[in-house]
């Protein structure tokens, strides 16, 4: 039994003082008590104030090493998405396997420092430069899984379907054949994944993810949502103002509204973006019981747009963080740049506060809820039975001084960055300990090797 004891804490929705958290050797946590004097127990770890874990849902592992390098405007004097997608193809095509693996590691390290603990990886490179299969088809996958198991994040791995490029069922590109599959290769993949994630951790899990109405059929889609079952389910939806045009022009519907007409979205679901919807496709996402999956420094990276945020939690919607092009892992900074976005459109301040909680605890409690659904995953709360997936705050920050309750997570995001973070536990497992991942040395090294390596590649 791992025992930890926290000055404050937040357990269900309520800050207690003096608390008692009890992880047994399955990585949940075992039983959540109040001990005001911890004295005359056996104590493993101290921490200035306890919280949840969130799941960071939608990373690109491999695109943390392309960080920095696509800050140049092209030839055209133009640099949008559809530029940065190119380069991204490119830096693609040099990639094997030992690199995806390490990179891989390297990002989910720094998403554990950062407060997340586990993420939802959004998976879509199958195959070998030219689009050949590997000789184990789900080569790559379990790349992503043995990385998880050296960085010790919890994992939803979320195999993509991507099968043509564009609405019009043209071939993929050259710098796609790696993400291509039919619908018959993909259930293929799909179950040897299943297999392989229960031979690793035993929180890690399986959903599907058709990638986009650009590059997944009708029939694709259809393909996917049954072959997910009760788990999740994953997909792009209306990132581009180019994308909604191409499947109005294809389909006769923008997408929310096609995909709304055409399945039953439901809580399985998890919506990547959605920063091009009019008011009421953002009423008819916020009631489906799905998850808005935001993740804002990629989409100010990326020129996106800004996610219809007051109306669609006006509306009772969900929504979780992610990081997606990891440019920059900082749980702190996608929740101050969601909120931050909100008030430069709307020129005014606190906008997604509700009338009883702060900003901070709003974008918190939104994260660690939608997180945890998105992911399949039993965490996003301090709870007898829960994954013990924890995080702590150093309270010795000159921003956390005398700092309390909502305060605190006022402070974090909006004052704070990673410093902050001081413990984090997945599963159970103490990974982030003095704000040093336990493996930072080892995983580093692997990933500085990679780097020059691909430096010479490219």
């Not at 506060?353 to 709360?381: E, H, K, N, W």
């Not at 006022?410 to 040093?436: L, T």
Request: proline share 3%; aromatic share 6%.
């Amino acid at each position: 039994m791992q025992r930890i004891w926290a000055e404050q804490a937040l357990i269900e929705g309520r800050w207690l003082s003096g608390v008692l958290v009890e992880i047994g050797s399955d990585g949940r946590i075992a039983d959540v008590s109040a001990v005001r004097d911890p004295k005359d127990i056996r104590i493993d770890s101290r921490v200035g104030v306890l919280l949840p874990s969130p799941t960071n849902l939608h990373s690109h592992a491999f695109q943390r090493a392309m960080a920095g390098m696509t800050e140049r405007r092209g030839p055209s004097g133009m640099d949008t998405f559809w530029t940065w997608r190119q380069l991204m193809f490119r830096f693609l095509e040099a990639l094997t396997p030992d690199d995806i693996e390490a990179i891989t590691s390297y990002v989910q390290m720094e998403m554990l420092e950062a407060g997340y603990g586990s993420v939802a990886e959004f998976h879509y490179v199958h195959h070998q430069p030219g689009g050949a299969a590997y000789d184990e088809p789900a080569e790559l996958s379990a790349r992503v899984c043995a990385a998880a198991s050296r960085s010790g994040i919890g994992l939803t791995l979320l195999p993509v379907l991507y099968q043509q490029g564009g609405c019009d069922g043209r071939p993929l590109a050259s710098g796609q054949t790696r993400f291509g599959n039919s619908v018959d290769r993909y259930a293929e993949l799909v179950e040897r994944v299943r297999s392989m994630a229960n031979g690793q951790r035993r929180d890690f899990r399986v959903g599907v993810a058709p990638h986009s109405l650009r590059a997944v059929t009708r029939e694709g889609i259809a393909a996917s949502v049954t072959l997910a079952g009760d788990g999740p389910i994953h997909m792009h939806l209306a990132e581009q103002v180019a994308e909604v045009e191409e499947v109005e022009a294809a389909y006769g519907r923008r997408p929310t509204e096609w995909l709304f007409d055409n399945h039953g979205v439901d809580e399985r679901w998890c919506l990547i973006h959605c920063t091009q919807m009019m008011g009421d496709e953002t009423v008819m996402l916020a009631r489906s019981g799905a998850v808005a999956g935001l993740c804002p420094i990629t989409e100010s990276s990326l020129g996106d747009g800004i996610f219809n945020g007051a109306e669609y939690l006006a509306h009772g919607g969900q929504f979780g963080i992610g990081s997606d092009s990891n440019i920059r892992i900082s749980l702190s900074e996608e929740l101050r740049t969601l909120e931050y976005s909100q008030r430069l459109r709307d020129r005014r301040r606190a906008v997604l506060a509700m009338p009883a909680l702060s900003t901070g605890r709003t974008l918190l409690d939104g994260a660690l809820v939608g997180g945890a659904r998105a992911a399949g995953r039993d965490s996003g709360r301090i709870a007898k039975g829960a994954w013990a997936d924890l995080m702590a705050l150093d309270m010795s920050s000159v921003d956390l001084e005398g700092r309390t309750g909502d305060g605190i997570l006022d402070s974090f995001v909006f004052a704070g960055d990673d410093r902050m973070v001081c413990d984090v536990w997945s599963a159970g497992n103490h990974v982030v300990e003095g704000g040093r991942h336990v493996k930072r040395d080892e995983i580093e090294a692997v990933y500085r090797r990679t780097m020059q390596s691909l430096r010479d590649r490219l």
